[in-house]
């Protein structure tokens, strides 16, 4: 791909939302290689879903034959980004945020190639530059080039002076002149020219890219990517479960590969273009037959696999599939004990049950109180119709069992696991 069709196909996917300078910026990608970094803050053990866009812009920068910097923020971490947020962030420590630095690193590195020669990625973290500098000189050197005035007039610290009660402190009113000085010690160290991120960062980039004028001599320029949103006006990456993380201990492969496969028509095709590499035509067409056949449309499908195999590779894929096949068909003997785990994290509602609690427990009441139905007398009447199915048998029950006479290492899935379904829909997982 050249430079000039690169931000042609970031236009057509919508993946642009503002840009310094945007002749100039064109002409600076067709001169060669250019560098281009994007920061993730450590705020938690892992990224979620919202950093996918800017992770796979900076994959597609490299496929372009340009070096991307992936920066995470052990110093900026410590502060919090106060843009368009509604109160002040929770400031954590320096051991917790160094822990989430390397969680934040390995994740990153599955999306960008260390080993392609000349534009090889790199990861740096901002807390190198900082670490060693003391106040006075930041304050001369650095803090000197920004006007209180032009700071307070940017729409994200703006927003935050206005809203009643809540206020800024000068903690987070600072975290611009370190973003800046993010950009400007890695255009002096790095030739850094280009930097990306999402819409809410441009305040904090056109920072960056004057205090790289200013200290530096050099230009810089800015790209900013929408921030998604949903057409239903619900927050995208989150459901009732909570947030989308991309860590399969937080979210399992299954649970986010199901993510995908429940999004709104009205949204697929978008996301297709945001979250893939397919062809921007290739998706049209699609659009076009899903249009044209009767029944649910394929799109779905196809944005699940594309990112679930991005995120968790191929394996967790194939894991993801097997699952949703077993639940569908009910045919549970070709799942995986780790399959069955990922089930237990998120996949389903699960019980963990303690065998002194199961001795006088009977079956209809835990049955009942795991939501399985509403009262004792349907998992009764539900058992005398046989419609109460453990691990894909149904099971010889009846209402006067204990539950410690179902629930035994001897009937369960790997010794431990007991997948109850009711009906075509209700299931629950427990585990002993």
Avoid at 397 to 418: L, P, V, W
């Amino acid at each position: 791909m050249t430079d000039t069709t690169l931000l042609q196909d970031l236009n057509a996917r919508g993946l642009i939302a503002q840009m310094t300078s945007e002749d100039e910026l064109e002409q600076h990608l067709a001169e060669g290689s250019v560098t281009l970094y994007c920061g993730f803050d450590p705020t938690a053990d892992s990224l979620h879903i919202g950093s996918l866009v800017p992770l796979l812009a900076l994959k597609r920068f490299q496929q372009a034959g340009h070096k991307p910097l992936a920066l995470v923020g052990g110093a900026t971490g410590l502060i919090g980004d106060p843009s368009f947020k509604a109160q002040e962030r929770k400031l954590n420590d320096d051991v917790t945020v160094a822990g989430w630095v390397e969680k934040l690193k390995g994740q990153v590195s599955q999306f960008i190639d260390f080993d392609c020669g000349a534009n090889s990625a790199e990861v740096v973290n901002n807390l190198d530059w900082t670490r060693g500098m003391d106040i006075l000189t930041f304050l001369r050197d650095v803090g000197k080039h920004f006007s209180v005035n032009q700071m307070i007039a940017k729409e994200s610290v703006k927003q935050r002076i206005d809203r009643e009660g809540e206020g800024i402190s000068f903690t987070e009113f600072t975290y611009m002149i370190l973003q800046s000085f993010d950009y400007q010690q890695l255009n002096a160290s790095r030739n850094c020219t280009l930097q990306i991120g999402g819409s809410d960062q441009w305040g904090n980039i056109t920072g960056g890219t004057e205090l790289t004028r200013r200290m530096n001599g050099n230009r810089a320029f800015g790209l900013t990517l929408p921030l998604i949103t949903k057409s239903d006006g619900t927050k995208f990456g989150k459901t009732e479960s909570g947030t989308i993380w991309l860590s399969p201990a937080k979210t399992s492969p299954y649970a986010f590969y199901q993510f995908w496969l429940q999004t709104a028509d009205a949204d697929v095709y978008a996301f297709l273009k945001y979250f893939t590499f397919l062809a921007v035509d290739e998706i049209d067409a699609l659009e076009q037959a899903d249009a044209a056949r009767d029944g649910r449309p394929e799109a779905q499908s196809v944005l699940a696999r594309e990112v679930t195999r991005l995120v968790h590779g191929e394996e967790g894929l194939t894991a993801a599939m097997r699952i949703t096949e077993a639940l569908f068909s009910g045919n549970l003997a070709d799942l995986s004990e780790a399959d069955f785990e990922q089930l237990q994290l998120d996949g389903l509602p699960s019980s963990r049950l303690a065998a002194s609690d199961l001795v006088e427990t009977p079956l209809t009441t835990l049955l009942s109180d795991a939501g399985l139905a509403a009262s004792g007398k349907q998992i009764k009447d539900a058992l005398q119709r046989n419609a109460v199915i453990v691990n894909g048998v149904e099971k010889g029950m009846d209402d006067n069992m204990k539950a410690a006479e179902i629930f035994t290492a001897e009937n369960g899935t790997y010794s431990r696991f007991f997948l109850v379904k009711l009906g075509k829909k209700k299931h629950h997982l427990f585990s002993i």
